[in-house]
Protein backbone atom coordinates (compact mmCIF):
# COMPACT_ATOMS: atom_id res chain seq x y z
CA UNK A 1 0.00 0.00 0.00
CA UNK A 2 1.50 3.23 -0.99
CA UNK A 3 0.23 6.54 0.45
CA UNK A 4 0.24 10.16 -0.96
CA UNK A 5 -0.56 12.95 1.15
CA UNK A 6 -0.64 16.65 -0.94
CA UNK A 7 2.68 18.23 0.23
CA UNK A 8 4.57 14.96 1.85
CA UNK A 9 6.53 12.72 0.08
CA UNK A 10 4.75 8.99 -0.21
CA UNK A 11 4.98 6.38 2.24
CA UNK A 12 5.28 3.29 0.90
CA UNK A 13 3.91 0.48 3.55
CA UNK A 14 5.43 -2.99 3.98
CA UNK A 15 3.96 -5.88 2.00
CA UNK A 16 1.03 -7.68 3.94
CA UNK A 17 0.43 -10.95 3.61
CA UNK A 18 -2.42 -12.73 4.61
CA UNK A 19 -2.95 -16.28 5.22
CA UNK A 20 -5.85 -18.01 3.39
CA UNK A 21 -5.76 -21.90 4.27
CA UNK A 22 -7.02 -24.40 1.66
CA UNK A 23 -6.44 -28.03 2.06
CA UNK A 24 -5.33 -29.99 -0.69
CA UNK A 25 -6.50 -33.54 -1.92
CA UNK A 26 -3.23 -35.13 -2.62
CA UNK A 27 -4.47 -38.78 -3.43
CA UNK A 28 -7.40 -40.73 -3.83
CA UNK A 29 -7.42 -44.75 -4.15
CA UNK A 30 -10.68 -46.52 -4.79
CA UNK A 31 -11.48 -50.06 -6.16
CA UNK A 32 -10.27 -50.13 -9.60
CA UNK A 33 -7.07 -47.57 -9.38
CA UNK A 34 -6.18 -43.94 -7.85
CA UNK A 35 -5.07 -40.24 -8.33
CA UNK A 36 -2.30 -38.58 -8.11
CA UNK A 37 -2.78 -34.78 -7.62
CA UNK A 38 0.65 -32.68 -7.62
CA UNK A 39 0.21 -28.72 -7.44
CA UNK A 40 2.61 -25.73 -9.09
CA UNK A 41 1.97 -22.85 -7.16
CA UNK A 42 1.73 -19.79 -9.36
CA UNK A 43 0.53 -15.95 -8.49
CA UNK A 44 -1.61 -13.60 -9.79
CA UNK A 45 -0.32 -10.17 -11.69
CA UNK A 46 -0.48 -7.04 -9.49
CA UNK A 47 -4.02 -4.97 -9.36
CA UNK A 48 -3.90 -1.55 -8.22
CA UNK A 49 -6.84 0.40 -6.82
CA UNK A 50 -6.43 3.93 -5.97
CA UNK A 51 -8.94 6.17 -3.75
CA UNK A 52 -8.73 9.75 -3.17
CA UNK A 53 -9.44 10.97 0.26
CA UNK A 54 -9.55 14.92 1.42
CA UNK A 55 -8.75 16.01 4.77
CA UNK A 56 -8.66 18.88 7.20
CA UNK A 57 -5.21 19.69 8.74
CA UNK A 58 -4.01 22.71 10.52
CA UNK A 59 -0.77 24.32 10.10
CA UNK A 60 1.41 27.24 10.91
CA UNK A 61 1.36 30.71 9.33
CA UNK A 62 2.67 33.84 9.89
CA UNK A 63 0.82 36.82 10.20
CA UNK A 64 1.62 40.50 10.21
CA UNK A 65 -0.58 42.87 12.76
CA UNK A 66 0.23 46.05 14.61
CA UNK A 67 1.11 46.73 17.52
CA UNK A 68 0.30 50.10 19.91
CA UNK A 69 3.33 51.69 21.72
CA UNK A 70 3.38 54.75 23.45
CA UNK A 71 6.95 56.31 23.21
CA UNK A 72 8.75 59.42 24.24
CA UNK A 73 8.48 62.10 21.45
CA UNK A 74 12.02 62.35 20.87
CA UNK A 75 11.81 59.03 19.17
CA UNK A 76 9.47 59.88 16.73
CA UNK A 77 10.29 60.58 13.77
CA UNK A 78 7.25 63.30 12.65
CA UNK A 79 9.01 63.59 8.71
CA UNK A 80 8.14 59.77 8.25
CA UNK A 81 6.10 59.82 6.06
CA UNK A 82 4.38 56.72 7.58
CA UNK A 83 4.11 58.44 10.67
CA UNK A 84 2.92 56.52 13.06
CA UNK A 85 2.94 52.95 11.45
CA UNK A 86 6.46 52.44 11.67
CA UNK A 87 8.89 48.58 10.02
CA UNK A 88 11.27 47.11 10.14
CA UNK A 89 12.86 49.82 6.98
CA UNK A 90 12.32 52.51 9.49
CA UNK A 91 14.83 55.42 10.69
CA UNK A 92 14.02 54.70 14.40
CA UNK A 93 12.97 51.24 13.85
CA UNK A 94 15.90 49.66 16.84
CA UNK A 95 15.69 52.53 18.97
CA UNK A 96 11.65 51.64 19.11
CA UNK A 97 12.02 48.22 19.62
CA UNK A 98 14.62 49.35 22.41
CA UNK A 99 11.68 51.31 23.89
CA UNK A 100 9.42 48.34 23.58
CA UNK A 101 11.80 46.45 25.97
CA UNK A 102 12.12 48.29 28.69
CA UNK A 103 8.51 49.25 28.99
CA UNK A 104 8.70 45.39 29.64
CA UNK A 105 11.08 45.31 32.19
CA UNK A 106 10.23 48.46 33.65
CA UNK A 107 7.18 50.19 34.77
CA UNK A 108 6.70 53.12 32.89
CA UNK A 109 4.56 56.27 33.55
CA UNK A 110 3.67 57.41 29.42
CA UNK A 111 1.75 60.07 30.10
CA UNK A 112 2.65 62.62 27.02
CA UNK A 113 3.76 60.20 25.13
CA UNK A 114 2.77 59.34 21.80
CA UNK A 115 1.26 56.61 20.35
CA UNK A 116 2.74 54.56 17.35
CA UNK A 117 2.38 51.54 15.49
CA UNK A 118 4.80 48.62 15.00
CA UNK A 119 4.49 46.14 12.62
CA UNK A 120 5.27 42.67 14.05
CA UNK A 121 4.75 38.78 12.75
CA UNK A 122 3.23 36.16 14.78
CA UNK A 123 2.75 32.26 13.87
CA UNK A 124 -1.02 31.27 14.16
CA UNK A 125 -3.15 27.88 13.70
CA UNK A 126 -4.49 28.21 10.10
CA UNK A 127 -6.80 25.01 8.97
CA UNK A 128 -6.32 23.43 5.19
CA UNK A 129 -7.63 20.77 3.22
CA UNK A 130 -5.54 18.34 1.68
CA UNK A 131 -5.95 15.55 -0.88
CA UNK A 132 -4.80 11.82 0.34
CA UNK A 133 -4.46 9.34 -2.61
CA UNK A 134 -4.12 5.47 -1.42
CA UNK A 135 -2.93 3.15 -3.62
CA UNK A 136 -3.22 -0.68 -3.06
CA UNK A 137 -1.61 -3.10 -4.89
CA UNK A 138 -3.05 -6.86 -4.41
CA UNK A 139 -1.95 -10.49 -6.05
CA UNK A 140 -2.52 -13.64 -4.92
CA UNK A 141 -1.00 -17.12 -4.86
CA UNK A 142 -3.35 -20.11 -6.64
CA UNK A 143 -1.87 -23.50 -7.46
CA UNK A 144 -2.25 -25.43 -11.17
CA UNK A 145 -3.03 -28.56 -10.61
CA UNK A 146 -2.29 -31.57 -12.52
CA UNK A 147 -3.67 -35.68 -11.83
CA UNK A 148 -1.90 -39.03 -12.74
CA UNK A 149 -4.32 -41.70 -13.08
CA UNK A 150 -3.28 -45.19 -12.31
CA UNK A 151 -5.16 -48.09 -12.84
CA UNK A 152 -4.82 -50.82 -10.20
CA UNK A 153 -7.20 -53.44 -9.11
CA UNK A 154 -4.51 -55.43 -6.55
CA UNK A 155 -7.41 -54.10 -3.46
CA UNK A 156 -10.19 -55.74 -5.57
CA UNK A 157 -8.14 -58.80 -6.26
CA UNK A 158 -7.25 -59.05 -2.66
CA UNK A 159 -11.23 -59.23 -1.87
CA UNK A 160 -12.35 -61.31 -4.13
CA UNK A 161 -9.05 -63.76 -3.24
CA UNK A 162 -10.19 -63.74 0.15
CA UNK A 163 -13.61 -65.19 -0.89
CA UNK A 164 -11.70 -67.71 -2.70
CA UNK A 165 -13.12 -67.04 -5.69
CA UNK A 166 -11.23 -67.87 -9.16
CA UNK A 167 -10.81 -67.12 -12.53
CA UNK A 168 -13.93 -68.28 -13.68
CA UNK A 169 -15.84 -66.30 -11.02
CA UNK A 170 -13.70 -62.90 -11.82
CA UNK A 171 -14.31 -63.59 -15.29
CA UNK A 172 -18.36 -63.50 -14.71
CA UNK A 173 -17.63 -60.33 -12.21
CA UNK A 174 -16.20 -58.48 -15.29
CA UNK A 175 -19.21 -59.82 -17.83
CA UNK A 176 -21.87 -58.41 -15.59
CA UNK A 177 -20.31 -55.14 -14.68
CA UNK A 178 -19.67 -54.51 -18.16
CA UNK A 179 -23.26 -55.33 -18.80
CA UNK A 180 -24.71 -53.04 -16.58
CA UNK A 181 -22.51 -50.24 -18.94
CA UNK A 182 -19.61 -49.95 -16.58
CA UNK A 183 -16.18 -49.44 -17.50
CA UNK A 184 -13.97 -52.24 -16.07
CA UNK A 185 -10.95 -53.82 -17.30
CA UNK A 186 -10.17 -55.98 -14.53
CA UNK A 187 -8.92 -59.36 -16.34
CA UNK A 188 -6.55 -57.60 -18.51
CA UNK A 189 -5.07 -56.00 -15.42
CA UNK A 190 -5.37 -59.18 -13.88
CA UNK A 191 -3.97 -61.29 -16.63
CA UNK A 192 -0.66 -59.10 -16.80
CA UNK A 193 -0.07 -58.70 -12.99
CA UNK A 194 -0.11 -62.35 -11.52
CA UNK A 195 -2.94 -64.25 -12.90
CA UNK A 196 -5.76 -65.26 -9.98
CA UNK A 197 -3.53 -65.09 -6.71
CA UNK A 198 -0.97 -62.07 -6.73
CA UNK A 199 1.53 -64.15 -3.97
CA UNK A 200 4.20 -66.60 -5.51
CA UNK A 201 5.14 -69.51 -3.90
CA UNK A 202 7.56 -69.61 -1.11
CA UNK A 203 10.20 -72.14 -0.27
CA UNK A 204 12.43 -71.36 2.79
CA UNK A 205 15.51 -72.44 4.20
CA UNK A 206 14.80 -71.31 7.91
CA UNK A 207 12.63 -71.53 10.65
CA UNK A 208 8.54 -71.25 10.09
CA UNK A 209 6.41 -70.60 12.99
CA UNK A 210 3.02 -71.30 11.55
CA UNK A 211 0.00 -69.00 12.42
CA UNK A 212 -3.45 -69.24 11.41
CA UNK A 213 -4.62 -72.11 12.85
CA UNK A 214 -2.11 -74.12 11.76
CA UNK A 215 -1.13 -76.98 14.49
CA UNK A 216 2.79 -76.23 14.71
CA UNK A 217 3.01 -80.26 15.81
CA UNK A 218 2.48 -81.01 11.75
CA UNK A 219 5.12 -78.81 10.30
CA UNK A 220 7.83 -81.03 10.39
CA UNK A 221 5.77 -83.51 8.31
CA UNK A 222 4.95 -80.79 5.64
CA UNK A 223 8.25 -79.63 5.70
CA UNK A 224 10.36 -83.07 4.89
CA UNK A 225 6.93 -83.49 2.66
CA UNK A 226 7.86 -80.14 0.65
CA UNK A 227 11.89 -81.39 0.58
CA UNK A 228 10.84 -84.60 -1.04
CA UNK A 229 8.32 -83.66 -3.39
CA UNK A 230 8.49 -79.95 -4.05
CA UNK A 231 4.94 -79.59 -2.92
CA UNK A 232 4.95 -76.29 -0.56
CA UNK A 233 3.84 -77.02 3.27
CA UNK A 234 0.81 -74.46 2.96
CA UNK A 235 -0.71 -76.54 0.24
CA UNK A 236 -0.39 -79.21 2.18
CA UNK A 237 -1.94 -78.07 5.43
CA UNK A 238 -4.54 -75.74 3.19
CA UNK A 239 -5.67 -79.42 2.03
CA UNK A 240 -5.41 -80.89 5.41
CA UNK A 241 -7.62 -78.62 6.71
CA UNK A 242 -10.41 -78.67 4.43
CA UNK A 243 -10.30 -82.19 4.13
CA UNK A 244 -9.92 -83.75 7.76
CA UNK A 245 -9.88 -79.64 10.09
CA UNK A 246 -5.85 -81.12 10.80
CA UNK A 247 -7.09 -84.51 11.69
CA UNK A 248 -10.13 -83.89 13.75
CA UNK A 249 -12.93 -84.83 12.11
CA UNK A 250 -14.04 -89.03 13.18
CA UNK A 251 -13.91 -91.08 11.46
CA UNK A 252 -12.13 -89.99 8.56
CA UNK A 253 -14.22 -91.58 6.40
CA UNK A 254 -16.33 -89.34 3.83
CA UNK A 255 -19.84 -90.89 2.26
CA UNK A 256 -17.73 -90.79 -0.74
CA UNK A 257 -15.54 -93.47 0.34
CA UNK A 258 -12.33 -91.53 0.93
CA UNK A 259 -10.59 -92.49 3.82
CA UNK A 260 -7.82 -91.20 6.09
CA UNK A 261 -6.26 -87.60 7.28
CA UNK A 262 -5.77 -86.51 3.71
CA UNK A 263 -8.93 -88.40 2.28
CA UNK A 264 -8.01 -90.57 -0.25
CA UNK A 265 -10.10 -92.75 -2.22
CA UNK A 266 -8.43 -96.36 -1.53
CA UNK A 267 -8.07 -96.84 -5.65
CA UNK A 268 -6.05 -93.48 -5.95
CA UNK A 269 -4.25 -94.67 -3.37
CA UNK A 270 -3.30 -98.48 -4.23
CA UNK A 271 -3.80 -97.80 -7.93
CA UNK A 272 -7.65 -98.30 -10.46
CA UNK A 273 -6.46 -101.62 -11.09
CA UNK A 274 -8.02 -102.70 -7.63
CA UNK A 275 -11.30 -100.11 -8.07
CA UNK A 276 -14.41 -102.09 -7.42
CA UNK A 277 -16.57 -99.02 -8.41
CA UNK A 278 -16.18 -95.66 -7.19
CA UNK A 279 -12.98 -95.76 -6.36
CA UNK A 280 -13.33 -98.18 -3.27
CA UNK A 281 -10.89 -101.87 -2.89
CA UNK A 282 -12.12 -104.90 -2.35
CA UNK A 283 -11.60 -105.97 1.56
CA UNK A 284 -9.23 -108.55 0.40
CA UNK A 285 -6.78 -105.57 -1.45
CA UNK A 286 -4.53 -105.06 1.24
CA UNK A 287 -4.38 -101.26 -0.04
CA UNK A 288 -1.26 -100.64 2.37
CA UNK A 289 0.94 -102.97 1.30
CA UNK A 290 4.01 -101.38 -0.76
CA UNK A 291 3.94 -104.02 -3.21
CA UNK A 292 0.27 -104.08 -3.98
CA UNK A 293 0.70 -100.19 -4.59
CA UNK A 294 3.67 -100.60 -7.42
CA UNK A 295 1.95 -103.06 -8.82
CA UNK A 296 -1.25 -101.10 -8.81
CA UNK A 297 0.58 -98.21 -9.85
CA UNK A 298 -0.73 -96.24 -6.41
CA UNK A 299 0.17 -92.69 -5.33
CA UNK A 300 0.42 -94.35 -1.76
CA UNK A 301 3.83 -93.61 0.41
CA UNK A 302 5.58 -94.86 3.61
CA UNK A 303 6.34 -91.34 5.14
CA UNK A 304 7.48 -92.46 8.30
CA UNK A 305 9.75 -95.88 7.30
CA UNK A 306 7.40 -98.32 8.88
CA UNK A 307 7.45 -100.65 5.88
CA UNK A 308 3.96 -99.60 4.99
CA UNK A 309 1.52 -96.58 3.92
CA UNK A 310 -1.16 -96.53 5.35
CA UNK A 311 -3.74 -93.58 4.97
CA UNK A 312 -4.46 -93.12 8.61
CA UNK A 313 -1.08 -92.76 9.66
CA UNK A 314 -0.48 -89.03 9.33
CA UNK A 315 3.14 -89.16 7.91
CA UNK A 316 2.17 -91.36 5.16
CA UNK A 317 -1.13 -89.60 4.35
CA UNK A 318 0.89 -85.89 3.87
CA UNK A 319 3.67 -87.46 1.84
CA UNK A 320 1.19 -89.05 0.03
CA UNK A 321 -0.70 -86.39 -0.60
CA UNK A 322 2.55 -84.64 -2.18
CA UNK A 323 3.55 -87.61 -4.39
CA UNK A 324 -0.25 -87.48 -5.68
CA UNK A 325 -0.15 -83.12 -6.35
CA UNK A 326 3.62 -83.52 -7.42
CA UNK A 327 2.86 -86.23 -10.50
CA UNK A 328 -0.13 -84.27 -11.87
CA UNK A 329 1.77 -81.13 -12.25
CA UNK A 330 1.97 -78.70 -9.07
CA UNK A 331 5.29 -77.34 -10.27
CA UNK A 332 4.06 -76.05 -13.43
CA UNK A 333 0.00 -75.67 -12.93
CA UNK A 334 -0.75 -75.58 -9.26
CA UNK A 335 -4.63 -74.85 -9.95
CA UNK A 336 -4.93 -77.91 -11.71
CA UNK A 337 -2.93 -80.06 -9.69
CA UNK A 338 -5.07 -79.23 -7.26
CA UNK A 339 -8.08 -79.67 -9.12
CA UNK A 340 -7.10 -83.28 -10.01
CA UNK A 341 -7.04 -84.22 -6.25
CA UNK A 342 -10.95 -82.46 -6.26
CA UNK A 343 -12.72 -81.83 -9.61
CA UNK A 344 -14.31 -78.64 -8.28
CA UNK A 345 -13.53 -75.44 -9.34
CA UNK A 346 -14.73 -74.01 -5.58
CA UNK A 347 -12.65 -76.77 -4.07
CA UNK A 348 -9.48 -74.99 -5.70
CA UNK A 349 -10.24 -71.73 -4.60
CA UNK A 350 -10.98 -72.82 -1.01
CA UNK A 351 -7.72 -74.50 -1.21
CA UNK A 352 -5.42 -71.68 -2.52
CA UNK A 353 -7.35 -69.07 0.04
CA UNK A 354 -6.16 -71.11 2.82
CA UNK A 355 -2.98 -71.92 1.39
CA UNK A 356 -2.53 -68.14 0.98
CA UNK A 357 -3.75 -67.15 4.57
CA UNK A 358 -1.17 -70.05 6.08
CA UNK A 359 1.72 -69.21 4.21
CA UNK A 360 1.36 -65.08 4.84
CA UNK A 361 0.47 -65.68 8.47
CA UNK A 362 3.40 -67.80 9.25
CA UNK A 363 6.78 -66.15 10.63
CA UNK A 364 10.15 -66.63 8.88
CA UNK A 365 13.33 -66.29 10.70
CA UNK A 366 16.77 -67.68 10.72
CA UNK A 367 18.53 -69.40 7.64
CA UNK A 368 21.20 -68.93 5.29
CA UNK A 369 22.29 -64.90 5.38
CA UNK A 370 20.45 -63.82 8.15
CA UNK A 371 20.66 -60.49 9.00
CA UNK A 372 22.44 -58.89 12.08
CA UNK A 373 19.44 -57.50 14.77
CA UNK A 374 19.74 -53.90 15.96
CA UNK A 375 16.69 -53.17 18.42
CA UNK A 376 15.39 -49.78 18.37
CA UNK A 377 16.80 -48.59 14.97
CA UNK A 378 16.93 -49.74 11.29
CA UNK A 379 18.55 -52.93 9.77
CA UNK A 380 19.85 -53.13 6.03
CA UNK A 381 16.39 -54.60 4.48
CA UNK A 382 18.72 -56.92 2.15
CA UNK A 383 22.29 -58.06 1.03
CA UNK A 384 23.46 -56.72 -1.93
CA UNK A 385 24.74 -53.65 -4.03
CA UNK A 386 23.02 -50.23 -3.68
CA UNK A 387 22.14 -49.54 -7.67
CA UNK A 388 20.77 -46.08 -7.65
CA UNK A 389 20.09 -44.06 -4.46
CA UNK A 390 17.76 -41.49 -3.19
CA UNK A 391 17.08 -38.27 -5.05
CA UNK A 392 17.21 -36.67 -8.46
CA UNK A 393 17.25 -39.52 -11.25
CA UNK A 394 16.42 -39.81 -15.02
CA UNK A 395 14.84 -35.79 -14.89
CA UNK A 396 12.85 -37.08 -11.62
CA UNK A 397 12.95 -37.31 -8.12
CA UNK A 398 13.84 -41.60 -7.37
CA UNK A 399 12.36 -41.70 -3.45
CA UNK A 400 14.15 -44.58 -2.13
CA UNK A 401 16.98 -46.92 -2.54
CA UNK A 402 17.82 -49.76 -5.01
CA UNK A 403 19.49 -52.82 -3.97
CA UNK A 404 20.48 -55.32 -6.99
CA UNK A 405 20.35 -59.03 -7.25
CA UNK A 406 23.68 -59.04 -8.78
CA UNK A 407 23.49 -62.74 -10.53
CA UNK A 408 22.64 -64.36 -7.19
CA UNK A 409 19.19 -66.23 -6.63
CA UNK A 410 16.77 -66.47 -3.87
CA UNK A 411 18.07 -63.17 -1.96
CA UNK A 412 15.61 -62.43 1.25
CA UNK A 413 14.30 -59.47 1.95
CA UNK A 414 13.73 -58.77 5.41
CA UNK A 415 11.78 -56.19 7.95
CA UNK A 416 13.84 -53.45 8.54
CA UNK A 417 12.14 -53.00 12.28
CA UNK A 418 9.65 -54.04 14.48
CA UNK A 419 5.99 -53.13 13.20
CA UNK A 420 2.91 -54.30 11.80
CA UNK A 421 2.28 -54.95 7.84
CA UNK A 422 -0.34 -51.95 6.92
CA UNK A 423 -0.36 -53.21 2.98
CA UNK A 424 0.60 -56.30 0.79
CA UNK A 425 -0.52 -56.70 -2.29
CA UNK A 426 0.54 -57.05 -6.38
CA UNK A 427 1.10 -53.37 -8.17
CA UNK A 428 1.06 -52.81 -11.14
CA UNK A 429 3.92 -50.43 -10.66
CA UNK A 430 5.67 -51.65 -7.62
CA UNK A 431 5.05 -55.12 -8.41
CA UNK A 432 4.81 -57.58 -5.01
CA UNK A 433 5.28 -54.92 -2.52
CA UNK A 434 5.12 -54.61 1.39
CA UNK A 435 4.44 -51.54 3.66
CA UNK A 436 5.22 -51.79 7.57
CA UNK A 437 4.25 -49.40 10.23
CA UNK A 438 6.69 -48.86 12.89
CA UNK A 439 7.28 -46.52 16.17
CA UNK A 440 10.67 -46.35 16.58
CA UNK A 441 11.67 -43.73 19.66
CA UNK A 442 8.42 -42.51 20.18
CA UNK A 443 8.38 -41.59 15.90
CA UNK A 444 6.39 -42.75 13.48
CA UNK A 445 7.81 -44.20 10.15
CA UNK A 446 6.87 -46.49 7.74
CA UNK A 447 8.94 -48.63 5.12
CA UNK A 448 8.08 -50.25 1.61
CA UNK A 449 9.68 -53.12 0.42
CA UNK A 450 8.37 -53.38 -3.56
CA UNK A 451 9.37 -55.73 -6.46
CA UNK A 452 9.43 -58.50 -4.97
CA UNK A 453 9.35 -62.16 -6.59
CA UNK A 454 6.68 -63.11 -3.76
CA UNK A 455 4.80 -62.11 0.04
CA UNK A 456 5.48 -63.78 2.91
CA UNK A 457 3.43 -61.84 5.39
CA UNK A 458 0.03 -60.05 4.79
CA UNK A 459 -1.75 -56.90 5.97
CA UNK A 460 -2.53 -56.71 10.00
CA UNK A 461 0.43 -58.95 10.43
CA UNK A 462 2.65 -58.59 13.25
CA UNK A 463 6.66 -58.91 12.06
CA UNK A 464 9.73 -58.38 14.12
CA UNK A 465 13.08 -57.45 12.71
CA UNK A 466 14.59 -59.34 10.50
CA UNK A 467 11.50 -61.53 9.65
CA UNK A 468 11.81 -62.87 6.35
CA UNK A 469 9.01 -60.95 4.00
CA UNK A 470 10.21 -62.63 0.64
CA UNK A 471 12.40 -62.53 -2.29
CA UNK A 472 14.05 -60.15 -4.27
CA UNK A 473 12.50 -60.20 -7.84
CA UNK A 474 11.11 -58.24 -10.84
CA UNK A 475 7.43 -57.63 -10.38
CA UNK A 476 5.85 -54.47 -11.47
CA UNK A 477 7.08 -51.87 -13.36
CA UNK A 478 11.18 -52.15 -13.36
CA UNK A 479 14.03 -52.58 -15.62
CA UNK A 480 15.50 -55.31 -13.76
CA UNK A 481 15.45 -57.48 -10.66
CA UNK A 482 16.33 -55.08 -7.38
CA UNK A 483 14.46 -54.08 -4.06
CA UNK A 484 13.57 -50.84 -4.05
CA UNK A 485 13.43 -49.84 -0.50
CA UNK A 486 11.88 -46.62 1.00
CA UNK A 487 11.50 -44.93 4.24
CA UNK A 488 8.33 -42.35 5.03
CA UNK A 489 7.95 -40.58 8.26
CA UNK A 490 5.59 -40.19 9.97
CA UNK A 491 3.58 -42.28 6.71
CA UNK A 492 3.57 -43.22 3.33
CA UNK A 493 1.19 -40.57 1.27
CA UNK A 494 0.98 -41.57 -2.71
CA UNK A 495 2.66 -38.49 -3.32
CA UNK A 496 6.28 -39.36 -1.64
CA UNK A 497 5.55 -35.97 0.66
CA UNK A 498 7.17 -37.91 3.62
CA UNK A 499 10.18 -39.68 1.60
CA UNK A 500 13.69 -39.89 3.69
CA UNK A 501 16.87 -40.85 2.37
CA UNK A 502 16.98 -44.66 4.11
CA UNK A 503 20.55 -43.72 3.88
CA UNK A 504 20.52 -41.34 6.89
CA UNK A 505 19.08 -44.07 8.93
CA UNK A 506 21.07 -47.53 7.71
CA UNK A 507 24.57 -47.52 6.49
CA UNK A 508 24.25 -49.58 2.99
Known amino acids: MTVCEEGKECNVGKVQHTKNMVTKLNSVEYWNGSTIFTYKPKVTAWKSNTVITHKTIKENK ?50 GYVKVYLLKTKTVKVERIVEVKTTTKTRQQYFESSKQVKQDYANFDAILNSMGLGLDDKMLIEANYSFLEGDINYIDWLKGNGGVYGFDDISYDGDIIPGAGVPPQYMPIYLAAEKKYGVHWYTLAAIHSKETAFSTIKPMLSYAGAVGHMQFLPATWAGWKYNIGGGRVSNTTNYTDLNVIKAGGGYGVDGNNDGKADPFTLEDAIFTAANYLSKNGYST ?54 TSGFGARWGATHYGIDIGLGGRSNV ?38 AHMQNRAVSAGTKVKQGQFLGYMGSTGNVTGPHLHFEIHSPAWTANKANAKNPALYIKF
Request: aromatic content about 14%.
Open 333 to 386: DKRKSIYQYNHADWYVNDVLARSEKFKTSASYSGGSDSPELNPGSFIRPTTGKV
Open 62 to 111: KVDYWKALEVPMYLVDRSDPYFPFYNSNSKTWKSLLAEETRQKKNKINTS
Open 412 to 449: KIYAAADGVVHRSYLSSSYGNVVYIQHTIGGKKYETVY
